[in-house]
């Protein structure tokens, strides 16, 4: 029963995306009022009929109904009911299906909330998401059917969910997110496309642009944090970015819509970069799609991915028609990317940004790759090639630097440029601050050449950040005479993209630096240790107290008690452990953490030997909890800058020049 009805609803939002993608065109073509509101009907259903495919196998699993396939291949009477659950994405079909619900829902929003001043592009942007729904839901329908029936005997219990994402409670939310910022790109690639087929990219279509934009890239950058916290916390190797392939498929299209974000903001203040925030906004949805691709398609080896299937050539297959779709429609409406303001120089804000978007462009072809080259030389030659870290760090961190530097002199030079003088000394007012910098970074141990250079750049980001940020508040506090509480509130509230931009950045900083220190300062020790024996890390004593095994439904933890003695002060007991899943013979490690501002200390249990001893790993790493929360200012930023200003803040760039200490308005 199941079965038929999760089938029947996916084949519903099959049948609304066939027949709203011509609609949706036609009306757009024809401007026609009643093809608009039949296209909008037509969304409303495939969301529902995804809403409710997704809410039968949520019933499935909880029911434990071994007669539909998927349920079969993730279930398990033993798994807690909270993994149940979120087992809809633990493996490619659920996963394709839990995607469908997401894209339903995002071209719901697109119908319900874009319905004054986007009509003229509304009808090419919902065909557009209803073309990429169509084929989620042929691939839901057909070749990834997660409502297959199993046929008789039907089996009475399942494997369960990859014990990979049962380790950690991050698996519950990491998905997700990640998921929201993936299929969320869908929505400015429609926008752009619409755009596009109008002919028209002014500012009827670049408010809602930006923030739907914005959206899924807070998503995405939300996803990312998780899933290194999730590989920090699970995977037992003390670190939380190994440029995995999958990782790097979701790194990608941030760093694309992020370039974006600030293409968006300088044809927003000044009519310029046009073409780049197109072409970016369009580069960022394919990257998704590539992204996907490698996640699904088997042909790269992660924790992160699935195993290999057959939809992986259906994917390369909508990946090339896309990208052909894409050329084609930007060669023909090339006429329509030419900037509208005059052109800046480089020592100007809006060069600042185009810097800015060459260095994130550099970083996203380095990444790429190297994450696609292992792929193309085993198909070439038949040999597998590994491209490991130090090619990602030796030519990324660099440009990453230039990077932080651009952060912190782009937001210090005039919009539209100004006067050697006025340039000069823009660039000069930070350096006492990067110097200050410096002088700390020294002080506290940091004597590598790109570690005082990192600490220097970021002092220097760091004041014009503030800088930037309180400059409307010491403007009304000297001209309105307002004490300084009442004038940040007021600029706040007049321009709150102006304040989340630059509390972004300032997430940014903190991340930065946060990953500088944690990269370049770890420290590691380990020891085969017997009951009372200890292992000696800094000033750590860490005492093996014992081992033991605690029984759970679906699994048995092997555990080790450390107490853990820092000086002379009693810091607690750790239990690393090892745990063993039923349907799994080899043992999954689990370290333990103790979490402080200043350091973590993580340790990883091993091995137990036979004799009652084990193998235990320890290792200290600074600055690790300020990656989290680095990440969640950002995205507290994010949040900020989709507060919607008393008044609109678009005008065009012959009608608005902003003057030299204005802000980027977000960036």
Not at 328 to 347: H, M, Y
Not at 385 to 397: D, I, K, M, T
Not at 403 to 411: E, F, H, N, S, V
């Amino acid at each position: 029963m199941n079965s038929l009805l999760g089938q029947g609803f996916v084949l519903i939002g099959l049948l609304c995306c066939a027949v709203g993608v011509p609609v949706g065109f036609h009306a757009g073509a024809t401007r026609s009022a009643s093809g608009l509101r039949l296209v909008r009907w037509l969304v409303l259903g495939y969301a529902a009929s995804m809403v409710a495919a997704n809410v039968v196998m949520e019933i499935a699993l909880i029911n434990h109904d071994f007669s539909v396939s998927y349920v079969s291949q993730v279930g398990s009477t033993t798994t807690p009911l909270v993994i149940t659950i979120v087992s809809l994405w633990s493996s490619l079909e659920g996963s394709i299906l839990f995607w469908g619900l997401i894209l339903g829902l995002y071209t719901a929003g697109v119908a319900i909330l874009q319905r004054r001043g986007h009509e003229d592009y509304l009808a090419y942007t919902l065909a557009t998401m209803l073309l990429v729904g169509g084929f989620f839901s042929y691939l839901i329908a057909g070749p990834a059917s997660p409502f297959g029936t199993v046929p008789a005997p039907v089996p009475t219990e399942g494997p369960g969910p990859n014990p990979l994402l049962q380790n950690h409670p991050l698996m519950i939310i990491h998905p997700p997110m990640l998921y929201l910022g993936y299929v969320g790109m869908t929505v400015p690639f429609a926008m752009a496309v619409a755009a596009l087929l109008r002919g028209q990219l002014g500012a009827t279509w670049l408010r809602p642009l930006r923030s739907w934009l914005l959206v899924p890239t807070s998503f995405l950058t939300l996803g990312i944090m998780l899933g290194g916290w999730w590989s920090y916390e699970v995977l037992g190797w003390g670190g939380y970015w190994a440029w995995d392939p999958v990782e790097n498929a979701s790194f990608l299209p941030w760093l694309t819509g992020i370039a974006a974000l600030h293409s968006a903001i300088v044809q927003q203040r000044r009519g310029t970069l046009k073409a780049w925030t197109v072409v970016l906004v369009m580069i960022t949805f394919l990257l998704t799609i590539l992204g996907t691709f490698l996640t699904r398609s088997g042909v790269v080896s992660s924790v992160h991915a699935f195993s290999e299937s057959d939809i992986g050539p259906l994917f390369l297959g909508f990946l090339g028609v896309m990208l052909l779709g894409t050329v084609v429609l930007l060669s023909w409406r090339i006429d329509t990317l030419s900037s509208e303001g005059r052109p800046a120089g480089i020592a100007s804000r809006e060069g600042g940004f185009l810097l800015n978007n060459l260095i994130l462009v550099a970083i996203t072809f380095t990444v790429l790759v190297g994450t696609l080259f292992p792929i193309f030389a085993e198909a070439a030659r038949g040999v597998k090639v590994s491209v490991g870290e130090p090619y990602f760090n030796r030519l990324s961190v660099p440009l990453f630097l230039v990077l932080i530097l651009l952060m912190g002199a782009g937001p210090a030079l005039p919009w539209g440029g100004g006067t050697q003088q006025t340039i000069r000394q823009s660039l000069l007012r930070p350096l006492p601050a990067a110097l200050i910098a410096l002088v700390i970074t020294v002080l506290l141990g940091g004597r590598s050449i790109p570690m005082m250079i990192a600490g220097a750049l970021t002092g220097f980001t760091l004041w014009v950040t503030m800088d930037q940020s309180l400059r409307p508040t010491r403007q009304r506090m000297k001209g309105a005479g307002e004490t300084a509480v009442e004038a940040f509130r007021t600029s706040s509230r007049r321009s709150p993209r102006r304040l989340g931009g630059y509390v972004v950045h300032f997430g940014v900083l903190v991340t930065f630096l946060a990953i500088a220190i944690s990269s370049n300062y770890q420290h590691e020790a380990e020891a085969t240790l017997r009951p009372g024996q200890s292992l000696q890390i800094d000033d750590y004593d860490l005492r093996f107290v014992q081992s033991r095994i605690a029984e759970e439904p679906h699994l048995a933890r092997q555990l080790a008690e450390i107490a853990v003695t820092k000086g002379s002060t009693e810091r607690g007991m750790l239990e690393p452990s090892l745990n063993f899943y039923r349907t799994r013979r080899e043992p999954i490690g689990t370290p333990d953490v103790q979490t402080r501002l200043s350091h973590d200390l993580y340790l990883t249990l091993m091995n137990v030997g036979q004799d009652g001893s084990i193998g235990l790993r320890a290792i200290i790493t600074p600055g690790v909890l300020w990656i989290w929360i680095g990440v969640f200012v950002m995205a507290a930023g994010t949040v900020i800058c989709l507060i919607p200003a008393p008044t609109a803040s678009w005008a065009p760039a012959k009608e608005a020049i902003p003057d030299a200490q204005s802000s980027a308005a977000g960036g």
